[in-house]
């Protein structure tokens, strides 16, 4: 895959997205959509992730976002473009990490 056709996106998740399992179902449906990346959860009570891969791939895992794990309640979605440096908090070896909480 080319740097031309693949898209980062770094994404927070605000709601009652924390207890629920939400990062551990972000990390199976990424790697399901053969996406690269990380997943954490912050203090304030969100869940921040970068998406990398196919755009198509991308798009559909960030809307999948929108609903999330079954008991998440998802208030919203903000997004924006990253850069590869944005992958670059992802564990050594890994295709997508679940990382601690910042």
Known sequence: MTETDT??????IRGLVQG???????????LAHG??????????????AVFAGAP??????????????RGARVD?????DAASP????RRAGERFSLLPTI
């Open 56 to 69: 198509d791939k991308v798009a559909g895992l960030i809307e999948a976002c929108r609903q999330g794990p």
């Open 35 to 48: 996406l690269e990346g990380w997943v954490r959860n912050r203090r304030d009570g969100s869940v921040e």
């Open 7 to 12: 898209a980062i996106r770094h994404v927070v």
């Open 20 to 30: 629920v399992g939400y990062r551990a179902w972000t990390e199976r449906a990424a």
């Open 76 to 80: 919203a979605v903000d997004q924006w």
């Open 86 to 89: 944005a992958l670059s908090p």
